[in-house]
């Protein structure tokens, strides 16, 4: 007689109930209505016209996502921080760095959202979208009172809502990113860690938000990279049974 292997959850269950209680906590603050909104996707549709990486398109996006979020952009001042590489000594000295951790801030200024940005960041898109929705994140929990920036989990909270809000495959797939560039007779190797859950809590997480919306079968799946789209089919297959 052959046994089938129960499906295992991708995440451990310290994790797995923080996941499910924090989504269910978002639920509660923001409504059904906002779970039932559309996801945003790495498209054209979403995110139309070429973009350059300037300090504009920067703007722009900031722009969108505050639409998306429903977050009034004349609360929110955006400054620009200056990268952290230095590309004239990678130029002539081989560089391996890792990062972890966000690409940007946010604090309060005379009641008014300061998001910051680092420029590096504006080269990359996929990573940009992630960080200021994370930011923006901000805004709707700690501005708006609804926690404390005391409370021991309100970053990797943060991280959660931007799933909650639709933005989860671009949070997800800038949590680990690793590049090479050569810079001169050199190679400058670059691996970051974007965010503060990993990978396998964020595709829990998405998971259990298809859940909420009733998608066993998620379209949107598909935008997603390879390690966070495992981890949403493991936890999906899990929560089926």
Not at 221 to 233: I, V
Request: net charge negative.
């Amino acid at each position: 007689m052959l046994w089938r292997r129960q499906a295992e959850c991708p995440v451990r269950p310290v994790e797995q109930a923080w996941i499910e209680r924090s989504m269910d906590w978002l639920v509660s603050q923001f409504g059904t209505t906002r779970l039932s909104a559309e996801v945003v996707l790495p498209t054209d549709d979403y995110f139309p016209g070429t973009y350059r990486g300037t300090r504009d398109d920067v703007r722009a996006v900031l722009t969108r996502l505050c639409s998306h979020m429903e977050i009034d952009i004349a609360r929110i001042d955006l400054e620009h921080d200056e990268a952290d590489d230095n590309p004239e000594l990678s130029a002539h000295v081989p560089i391996t760095t890792a990062g972890t951790g966000a690409a940007g801030h946010h604090r309060l200024r005379d009641g008014r959202s300061v998001i910051g940005i680092r420029d590096d960041q504006a080269a990359r898109p996929m990573a940009l979208v992630a960080t200021l929705a994370h930011e923006l994140g901000h805004v709707l929990l700690l501005a708006d009172g609804r926690i404390s920036a005391r409370q021991p989990d309100h970053e990797p909270l943060t991280d959660l809502l931007t799933i909650f809000f639709g933005l989860g495959i671009f949070t997800a797939n800038a949590a680990f990113d690793y590049s090479r560039e050569a810079r001169g007779a050199y190679a400058y190797t670059q691996t970051s860690r974007l965010g503060y859950l990993t990978e396998p809590m964020y595709g829990y997480g998405l998971a259990r938000y298809a859940q909420l919306r009733g998608e066993p079968n998620p379209q949107w799946a598909r935008h997603l990279d390879t390690n966070p789209r495992t981890f949403l089919k493991r936890g999906l297959r899990y929560l089926a049974t």
